[in-house]
């Protein structure tokens, strides 16, 4: 058992792939699953980067598989705080699959939602 585990933990992909700064931004590259095992990391990585205050925090999307209420939370925790320091939060490129649960949740239309990081990048500063 132990060694099924760990061989099903090495496939995993780290969650947190890149975290960028650029034009006032910080962009943070998710990829893989974001579910129960990987938000703690998520999420502690997301409130400590909010703490640099950029005028745009950009989660890029592109390459996460999947994503559960647990990860969800995590990225309405983050908007609420971004948001309170006078920062927009932008959820950039996510595929399909996570497109269809940000709908179903209705988080669509609480959270931006662009195609790219550069439209991200490019917005409006939208009125909070």
Known sequence: ??????????????????????????????????????????RKTLLALTDEQPERFVIDLSKVEFIDSTALGSLVEAKRLVESRGSSLYLAAPGVNVRRTLGISGLDGHLRVVESVEQALDASHPEQ
């Open 1 to 42: 058992m132990t060694s099924e585990k760990s061989s099903l933990e090495s496939v995993r992909t780290a969650p947190i792939e890149e975290v960028d700064r650029r034009r006032h931004a910080v962009i943070v590259r998710l990829a893989g699953e974001l579910d129960l095992h990987s938000v703690p990391d998520v």
